[in-house]
Antibody
């Protein structure tokens, strides 16, 4: 049974750096063709793909946010971390982590419950 | 950057067929997937690799992808299918979501 849970601050001030941790169970991020991604959703708006890290430590970032994002993994701790620098009120959103595999063409088949991060104006 | 376009809303009567489209340049040359999201919940994958259903997804959900358009079809739509639906694909090794479609079952 795969489970994922996001954790981190619920309130971040403008210009600060956001650090979110996804702790998972039921699979290993050391297994070939497995990946973990981050997706966010501003209140009442659409999903936005942010970043993905593969089992082999290859990484992909949204082109529009690439300069501000860093994704890392600690397979031994079953954790993936996303950092977002220079936070702004427009970054207010629910942030999700999600599991993916090559066998499903890197679709996200398991999701965390999400964590709402607010950046006050 | 690559964009996926979905209609903001689609309405359907119970028992009828709902079709939700997702358009992008040569989308048929890429894999598309679809997610269902109900209020206050995380998205759920309902179609991957254009046409495949994950375990536990009802057979009334189906998908197609050709040319510039991917389509999610829900046959015999039920009230429980009322939700937001998002398409997603890959371009230049990064993911892209569509803007979402609100499906209303009237």
């Amino acid at each position: 049974q795969i489970t994922l849970k996001e954790s981190g601050p619920t309130l971040v001030k403008p210009t600060q750096t956001l650090t979110l941790t996804c702790t998972f169970s039921g699979f290993s991020l050391s297994t070939s063709a497995v990946g973990m991604g981050w997706i966010r959703q501003p209140p009442g708006k659409a999903l936005e793909w942010l970043a993905l890290i593969y089992w082999n430590d290859d990484k992909r970032y949204s082109p529009s946010l690439k300069s501000r994002l860093t994704i890392t993994k600690d397979a031994s701790k079953n954790q993936v971390v996303l950092t977002v620098t220079n936070m702004d009120p427009v970054d207010t959103a629910t942030y999700y982590c999600a599991h993916t595999m090559g066998s499903i063409s890197w679709s996200f088949d398991y999701w965390g419950q999400g964590t709402l991060v607010t950046v006050p104006s | 950057s690559y964009e996926l376009t979905q209609p903001p809303s689609v309405s359907v009567s119970p028992g009828q067929t709902a079709s939700i489209t997702c358009s992008g340049d040569n989308l048929g040359g890429k894999y598309a997937c679809w997610y269902q999201q109900k209020p206050g919940q995380h998205p759920v994958l309902v179609i991957y690799q254009d046409t495949k259903r994950p375990s536990g997804i009802p057979e009334r959900f189906s998908g197609s992808n050709s040319g510039n358009t991917a389509t999610l079809t829900i046959s015999g739509t039920q009230a429980m299918d009322e939700a937001d639906y998002y398409c997603q694909t890959w371009d230049s090794s990064t993911g892209v979501f569509g803007g979402g479609t609100k499906l209303t079952v009237l």
